[in-house]
Each structure stands twice: as C-alpha cells, then as structure tokens.
C-alpha cells in the first residue's frame, strides 16, 4: 500500500476501530506514568490518534492530536470538541522544531513502510524540545504485510523487528530506553518503549 492508500484504507476502518477498541487498560495507564515526568502545563503530541479515545483524552487538554485519517479525526472531534487535531503524515509534520514537551505514538509506527521509519524518528525528535519524552509502542517482530479483512477492511503493517527499531531510536537521538509490556486496544500484551530526547545536538534535530 502506498500512503494514498493507507490513509484511505485507515478512513473506512475508523469507526469500527474506535467500537472494538477497549478505551481503558494498562497502556492508557501508561500515559499517567508518561506525564510524571514532564513540567507542569506540558504540551504533548498524539500521533495516530484516531479517534482519541485510548490517549488523546488521557493527555491534557492543550496537547495536540496528528493522524492521516480524515474519519478517524472526525471521531476524536466529536469526542473532544476543543483538541487541537492535525491530518499529516507522521514523517512530515506540521510543527515547528522544538515544539512539544513530549510525542505518544500508540500503534501507530509499524502503519508507515519501515524503510521510513528513521525519518518518523527523526521528525519526532525535531519536534521534540530538548530532554523530551517519547512513549510508543514496540514491534516485536519483524514483517510487512497487507492484512486482509482486518476490521472489515485492509491494512498495512510494517516494522524491522525490535532491535533495529531500538537501535533507530537511538539514532535520532533517543537515549533513556526502558520498555514495559501492557495489555493493548484489542486484549494483547504489547511492548512498549518510554525514551528521552538527547540534549540539544543539531545533528539529531534535523
């Protein structure tokens, strides 16, 4: 799929994800151990928020939710009419450097081609103020592939396994990374990994 085609086939499984998903669990309550860390007042983005209901509603109010999915951003307005919410690709951003205090990207990632996934580090880490937080959830495993029939529909999903993706992290400047297992929106146990923006180098900023 290319991203015309991710972003349409995210459009017509919107609503029935946002049905199936269970909006508490212990991967919300990751959020909570998230902004324990960050100054008061933070802003924090949600990239592939969907419809808002697993983090953007966890996040405070002023935090800012991003996904490609026209419909899936229709949902997260009708749940939170006052968000700030953004259609854009995750590896092109509409942000300036240094903007936000900390990036939550929940299931989300491993629906880019992961021979893109260094520049979604990247933009993450441009947007990131120095000492930012990151929180997202880990593949475990390594593959691409269309799934057919999910929720009613197709999708994409990629990743280059654990590893390379830790080592990726790394490499746009992440450092800090501890990972924890918490149960996801449809009832499996998933990895997912808290790391911290290093200092202010140029180099991992651009």
């Known amino acids: 799929m290319d991203r015309r085609d991710i972003r349409e086939a995210w459009d ?16 919300a309550a990751l959020i909570g151990d998230l902004l324990e860390t960050l100054p008061s007042n ?13 983090t953007l509603s966890n996040l405070p109010s002023s935090s800012i939710g991003l ?17 700030t919410l953004l259609q854009a690709e995750m590896s092109a951003m509409p942000l300036v450097a240094d ?24 933009e ?16 475990s495993g390594r593959f691409e592939t269309v799934r057919r029939g999910w929720m009613g ?10 590893e390379t993706t830790l080592d990726q992290l790394r490499a746009a400047g992440f450092s800090s990374l501890n990972t924890v297992t918490a149960d996801d929106p449809l009832g499996s146990s998933t990895e997912f990994v808290f790391a911290t923006l290093e200092g202010d180098s140029d180099d991992n900023r651009r």
Request: charged content about 25%.
């Open 153 to 162: 529909g197709s999708m994409f999903f990629s990743a280059p396994g654990r």
């Open 124 to 139: 993450f880490a441009r947007a990131l103020r120095p000492g930012g937080r990151l929180l997202m959830t880990l593949p």
């Open 67 to 83: 996904d490609i999915s026209k419909e899936g951003l229709k949902l997260a307005r009708e749940r939170l009419p006052e968000a």
């Open 99 to 122: 903007a936000v205090d900390a990036v939550v990207a929940y299931h989300a990632v491993f629906h880019v081609p992961r021979a893109e996934h260094p520049e979604v580090y990247a």
């Open 42 to 54: 933070p802003l924090v983005l949600d990239v592939g928020c969907g419809d808002g209901a697993r």
């Open 12 to 27: 017509a499984v919107s609503e029935t994800y946002a049905k199936r998903r269970d909006p508490t669990g212990s991967d």
